[in-house]
């Protein structure tokens, strides 16, 4: 059994290392805490966003542990960025990955077992290599990191699977301490995440969420035409690079056919082939086109700083989605746009892909037959399995990891599996298919409250706030979503709103306090406003007046918000 190596000095005076190390003068909120915390061998959780310098809270302490330090990533090409830095910095990093050749991963197992390197890069399914894995265990490990550990409880449940072993894992290496890092989690993603890679009371820091030069809208909308008019717009408008997230692959393919040759905009999802992304990817990168149109395929890991603008085409499944996929705008701090078109029957959408994320029990129960019909020792692909079961491939995938967690059947490389078990069939999963009904009902809850977001008449930001469990004072409101600056008012439904689309001008908005003509309006008075232009006001009330843009719909806006029109 490996032992996990001791701590360091959680005591030592951290500044000189990092100026001497990484060139850098002081600690970012959050990071000396957290630093110190892995170094007493404590395990810890980090939720940052994206450059509040994530990356440092593990390379340092690294450094100074006298072990390997295992980093899980969720990407080749993150890994790939973040040893290319480390290089630079003069820091031992190695990757080992499925793109690598065979001499370079060969390179970098010798490397991991000689001891040289301080940094192992892996993605969660490298652990599968069980001579690797055997490999691994003989060295001493001192920090089990996963970085975007939310995609523990994002995509470990269905998608990924493999992300559900690494709390066994790290128990397999000895248990050094497990540092969880991530841009984005709700309390309850943070509740999954400690659970699931099985952490010990670990020391917890979550950083501030406003982003205040991101400017956040929805737009509603009632039909795929008025869309395309408020995307066009967008486009039309917009400076700088951005992305259109779409939710499925036929419609990327459709709105990149209608307007990218018009605005040069790039394609990518996960259906194209490996070049084909990769050069959309650098063509965006390198701000040769005007925006790319992806699937959620498209994003992570992308070190871009000047992103613009974000629009969703059709909203997301989770607020944990939306926010880590808009985040992605202006994360150089300069004013960024990030817009939804929001349209009511897109729920069906997001309703498709929820039925199909988790395997039900006569799906668990049919796969478990045909691998009770394998005889022993002999290795039968995933895609064979799945199709001699009648269950989506995906469906398939988890019910064998499931049953690889009970030690019934074994994989190998190539999607190859393995009956091990006389009796496959007579597993207990139920404690686990029902864990996937609760995770049913949990997801519903996330897209209505996405959902309640794209309707909502108050501050936007607020809304996020509350979400991922942050509390505000009752009057406090942002100042930079489409309902700061121009609320709607109270009660009035998406719905009621959609016949006209809230179109914000460049730089988010252009509005600004308007001069003072020394009287007070009066309902039935024409005014301007420097975002929705002309309307006529119907009440006013205090500081603000009800009005009603041709366009635009009703707003409530504040009266140094508006001129009169003589």
């Known amino acids: 059994m490996p032992i996990a190596a001791p701590p360091a000095d959680a005591n030592a005076n951290l500044l000189p290392f990092l100026r001497e190390h990484f060139s850098l003068d002081e600690f970012r909120a959050g990071q000396e805490e957290t630093i110190r915390a892995a170094l007493a061998g404590r395990d810890a959780l980090v939720v940052l966003p994206t450059g509040a ?59 991991v077992e000689s001891g040289d390197g301080k940094i192992l890069y892996l993605t969660p399914e490298r652990f599968r290599d ?9 060295r001493q490990v001192s920090l089990f990191v996963v970085d975007e550990a939310h995609c523990v409880s994002q995509w470990g449940h269905d998608f990924r699977p493999d992300y559900m072993m690494l709390g066994a894992i790290a128990e397999r290496l000895g248990r050094p301490p497990v540092l969880a890092l991530t841009a984005t989690a709700s309390p309850q993603v943070r509740d999954d995440i400690i659970h699931q890679l099985r952490m010990r009371d670990p020391f917890t820091w979550v950083g501030e969420l406003i982003r205040p030069n991101l400017f956040l809208e929805v737009q509603p909308t009632v039909n795929e035409s008025q869309k395309d008019a408020a995307l066009e717009q967008i486009l039309r408008r917009a400076e700088g690079t951005g992305i259109v997230y779409v939710a499925t692959v036929k419609e990327a393919e459709r709105i990149h056919e209608e307007f990218g040759k018009k605005h040069d905009l790039a394609l990518y999802h996960g259906k194209l082939g490996a070049k084909e992304r990769h050069q959309a990817q650098d ?9 790319v149109v992806a699937t959620n395929a498209f994003g992570l890991g992308i070190d871009k700083p000047d992103i613009r603008f974000i629009v969703h085409y059709h909203f997301p499944g989770s607020m944990e989605s939306y926010y880590q996929e808009a985040g992605r705008a202006g994360r150089d701090g300069e004013p960024s746009r990030c817009v939804v078109l929001y349209r009511e029957e897109d729920r069906g959408v997001q309703g498709y892909f929820l039925g199909g994320k988790y395997p039900d029990l006569d799906e668990a129960i049919a796969t478990a037959r045909i691998v009770n019909r394998m005889p ?18 995906r469906k398939a995938r988890i019910v064998l990891t499931l049953l690889k ?57 607020r809304m996020i706030l509350e979400y991922f469990g942050e509390e505000r004072p009752e009057e406090w409101t942002c100042g930079h979503c489409d309902n700061c600056v121009a609320p709607r008012v109270e009660g009035m439904t998406a719905a009621a709103d959609a016949p006209a689309i809230a179109m914000m001008d460049d730089g988010a908005s252009d509005a600004a306090p308007a001069e003072e003509d020394g009287a007070a309006l009066c309902v039935g008075d024409e005014v301007a406003h420097g975002t929705f232009g002309e309307g006529l006001v119907l009440a006013v009330t205090g500081d603000r007046a009800e009005v009603d843009f041709e366009g635009h719909g009703t707003r409530m806006i504040r009266l140094d918000f508006l001129n009169r029109v003589e």
């Open 130 to 138: 069980r001579e690797f894995f055997e490999l691994l265990m003989d």
């Open 376 to 393: 022993l020792e002999e290795k039968r692909p995933l895609d064979e399995i799945a199709e001699m079961a009648e269950v989506p491939r």
């Open 283 to 291: 063509r965006f990168m390198s701000g040769q086109v005007k925006a």
């Open 53 to 111: 310098g994530k990356s440092l809270i593990y390379q340092l302490p690294a450094l100074l542990l006298p072990g390997l330090t295992v980093v899980v990533s969720p990407l080749i090409a993150l890994m790939k960025d973040q040893t290319d830095k480390l290089d630079e910095l003069g820091v031992d990093a190695w990757t080992i990955n499925s793109a690598q050749s065979a001499a370079d991963k060969r390179e970098a197992q010798e490397a």
């Open 405 to 461: 967690r009970h030690g019934m059947v074994r994989e190998h490389r190539g999607g190859l599996w393995e009956r091990l078990a006389p009796d496959v069939a007579a597993a207990d999963l139920s404690r686990e298919l029902q864990d996937y009904e609760s995770r049913r009902a949990q997801d519903r809850v996330k897209l209505e409250e996405m959902i309640r977001y794209c309707r909502t008449a108050k501050c936007r930001t």
